[in-house]
């Protein structure tokens, strides 16, 4: 007997937080995957039409959002030089994330697996907060972490919960009430990338460079740069690609080749549309005069507090960071996620029929090679300087 599906939302909506699959009493919510990425599907047979799955769906019930804190933006840098050099960018998480285990707590955030993979997972030693620093640009596998984070909750644990802000908004609709000792820390994304494809990437770079990829890293940092791709290898060589775009995947995540439906209409874009307690990105748009940088690889976190929680937990860590408050509009005027949701890309489509076509390396052939934009045309023929003073006269 076959067995019956049936969607909760509609599938361009789902953001894949998982909230329905955690919220189940009947297990009656099966993972589909569909173009690359994993979708909930009601099993009719066992569900015994409760519909909690619906009610915790933010999509179908939007969770209550907010703005910063006295509009303010703040650029931040952790005084530590080797807390910066494993983050991202300036390593305000980890300050956060040391401060609750330092009480007893617990924190959840996207690490990387055995397998070269992304899901969440739960530590309460300071020694791993090394997993959950560093960009994964996949969509992590949350699983069944809600439940943990709601154990945790219930025996008066502290709880720290980090992911995009999709997931910030699944996990509030699950838990459906305030925990004074939950706080939410967001990450901006650019878009969540197909995990399958990121898989079969993997595959591909192993057999490139006759070796098997055991891990890697999205933000390298070296002397001349912090934004490098970084593969190590089963025989103990790495490849690194100092021009990310050169990267197949990279390119398809950047240029929004590889994201998921739901990421072309963004609901948690726009300074206003924040549900966490702080929110956390690169400040690009950061003037440069405006805060001194202690070495070249410096680049400081954008931070925004939404709630008295999130301003509690960022006044007491502020002693292990350099803190400048900016404009906001300095802040949006440097962040795509803060305007708009990030546009489908023309060859998402030749993308996914190419690769149910002939397999991954050849769709990637076709599709995911860089294909330079007005922006990179513009600075072949004027320089990097010109381009960007002409890009900030025609935004004003």
């Not at 009719?44 to 910063?68: D, F, M, N, W, Y």
């Not at 300036?90 to 990387?112: M, N, P």
């Not at 004074?180 to 820390?185: T, V």
């Amino acid at each position: 007997m076959k067995t019956e599906l049936k969607k909760i939302c509609e599938r361009e909506q789902c953001t894949g937080c998982m909230a329905c699959y955690n919220s189940c009493p009947q297990k009656a919510i099966a993972l589909q995957e569909q173009d690359g990425f994993f979708y909930p599907n009601i099993i009719e047979e066992t569900c015994i039409s409760c519909g909690i799955c619906a009610k915790v769906c933010p999509v179908l019930h939007p969770v209550s959002k907010k703005r910063p804190i006295d509009d303010t933006a703040y650029a931040v840098f952790h005084k530590e030089k080797e807390i910066r050099d494993t983050s991202s960018s300036g390593g305000v998480f980890y300050s956060l994330a040391k401060s609750i285990i330092e009480k007893g707590g617990t924190v959840y955030g996207a690490a990387w697996t055995e397998k070269v993979s992304v899901k969440h997972i739960r530590i309460d030693r300071k020694e791993e907060i090394s997993l959950l620093q560093g960009s994964k640009y996949v969509q992590s596998d949350v699983g069944e972490i809600y439940k943990f984070v709601k154990a945790d909750l219930e025996q008066g644990v502290k709880v720290l919960f980090s992911g995009v802000p999709c997931q910030a908004a699944g996990l509030r609709r699950y838990l459906a009430k305030e925990y004074d000792n939950l706080y939410i820390c967001e990450v901006l994304c650019h878009g969540s990338a197909s995990l399958v494809a990121f898989r079969e990437h993997i595959k591909y770079i192993g057999r490139k460079y006759d070796s098997e990829v055991i891990n890697v890293n999205f933000r390298a940092k070296t002397e001349e740069k912090c934004q490098n791709i970084t593969f190590g290898f089963q025989n103990g060589t790495e490849h690194t690609f100092r021009n990310p775009l050169e990267d197949w995947f990279y390119n398809g995540f950047q240029n929004g080749t590889l994201l998921r439906d739901s990421c072309y209409q963004c609901r948690y874009t726009g300074t206003d549309s924040r549900s966490a307690d702080i929110t956390l990105a690169d400040f690009w748009g950061l003037q440069k005069n405006s805060m001194k940088f202690p070495d070249g690889l410096t680049y400081p976190s954008l931070v925004f507090v939404n709630s008295s929680k999130g301003r509690s937990l960022f006044q007491e860590n502020r002693g292990d960071w350099e803190v400048v408050k900016r404009p906001m509009e300095e802040a949006v005027w440097g962040n795509l996620s803060l305007r708009r949701s990030v546009p489908k890309n023309k060859w998402k489509k030749k993308f996914l029929e190419n690769y149910q076509k002939y397999g991954y390396e050849r769709a990637g052939e076709l599709c995911l090679i860089s294909h330079p934009n007005w922006k990179e045309r513009l600075k072949g023929i004027l320089g990097e300087r010109l381009t960007g003073f002409l890009i900030k006269v025609l935004r004003r």
